[in-house]
């Protein structure tokens, strides 16, 4: 009897408190776009802001978040692929390889910032590559590196050790055996840690803040399309970031609208891959 | 040996080992091991767990390089040739002696692409020439029907006993001379267990077969020799019948009477 009614409470509170999360979601979701879409016009998604003209538009800021997107991943996505099969398929366990995931461990969990300020002082300065977008794209493949590695690393481990001998048995060679066993079989991992990589560029504003800068113009000849790698560039997050600092809050929120219609985009997919390889 | 007189004698020998040792870190494995594996004969390892069956199988076709510390001596000659040699090409060697696993390991792939792997490897690439590989590797293993329909489809969707005889599909479609297999038949259920010996028994026609199992009866089944083990050491190896009607160790008449192991 007395268990019973324990078990109420205890249900009701559980109750209470998905029903909590999800009104939050809901409710943070729901303002956002009220206050946002708004704002959303074809004007804002294809001009950019100028005083002159009085327009206000984010379309710059969209570009840039495209080659930040791109850039980064060009050069984390090998890296990070590259380490991960190194680690689990080349090294031999032991007291390297452990230093090497506590190093990558420990890379995840320092704050952006950090990033940021490594970025502009060695990349932006001692490298000589100033306030660009490959500054900011550098910055910010070392802060998402371990997250590639990681889940291609776990994706690796969980392939069976039988599928590598069978391999090994028929007389592949370990190069071989990684390309056409290894790494279709470790995809849905290597493209999970691809996506949540995206998730953090999209969202991240304070590493490149002082690396990548806040340039919000278009090219505007052929050759301006590839010079833009090494002028200034703000990605979204971080014209949302300077909207705010400078009271435009129609113009943030405007932002904000389009930035989690990406998110939602991308965790969508996520879960369509997903659904797609569990099928398989 | 105990048996190599008579008939033995007279039939050609595939394979090979002279003094053979094999040490994982500082366990000693395999002692001082000599065997002559008779061409187009099925030759049965037996033994209790941990007696070294699966390690010597291994030796076989060098499928213990990949262990880390392990430690090998002595000779294996496959047709007089030392595999241990630096001449030896690995990806040759285990052209020649193809493989079979306890647990049938089909890759994540299609059916198709299972049995393409191999050839695949040995740089065979033409559309037609794979798709007469395929079918005729399926079909020695007596697997064709069952799945000439859906040839693409996933192989991880096959029963266990269709996924080994789709694994012995796969390791014949190279066109070895030696098939090993480590306890093929100890996760099948009785029928397809029927069906494994029976391929076993119609491929010594063109095959080298050599068999690890637990099962007596299978190995006085299938099997032309047997090899006895005991911790490491080879005790009594012996055509089939004479093994187990007469066998010359009290050791070997104590295992397969089923009095240990
Ligand atoms: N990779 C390894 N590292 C260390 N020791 C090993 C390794 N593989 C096997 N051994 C040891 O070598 C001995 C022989 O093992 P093996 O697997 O050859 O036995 P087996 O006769 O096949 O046994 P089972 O019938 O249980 O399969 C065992 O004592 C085992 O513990
Ligand atoms: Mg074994």
Redesign the pocket.
Known sequence: MMRKWKDDVLLCLIYLAAFFTEFLLIGILGYVFVKGFPQVSLSFLTNVTSVLQGTAGIAGNFVNTLYMVVMTLAVAVPFGIGAAIYLNEYARPGRVVRLIEFTTETLAGIPSILFGLFGMVFFGTTLGLGYSILTGALTLALMVLPLITKNTQEALKAVPEAYRSGAFGMGAGKWYMIRTILLPAAMPGIVTGILLSVGRILGESAALLFTAGSGYFLPRSFGGWFRKLSESGGTLTVQLYLSMSKAQYSVAFGIAAVLLCMVLGINFLVRMLAKKWDAV | MAGDKGQRRMTQCKMMTEKLNVY??K?H?LKDVDIRIRSHAVTALI?P????????LKTLNRMNDL?GNVRIEGQVYLDGEDIYSTRMDVTRLRKRVGMVFQQPNPFPMTIYDNIAYGPRIHGIKGKEQLDGIVERSLRQAAIWEEVREGLYKSALGLSGGQKQRLCIARALAVEPEVLLMD?PTSALDPVSTLKVEELMTAFKQKYTIVI?T?NMQQAARISDDTVF?LEGELVESDTTARLFSHPADRRTRAYINGRFG
């Open positions: 994982y870190g366990r494995a033994g767990s941990g007696c070294g069956k699966s390690t010597f262990v306890e690890v637990h083990f």
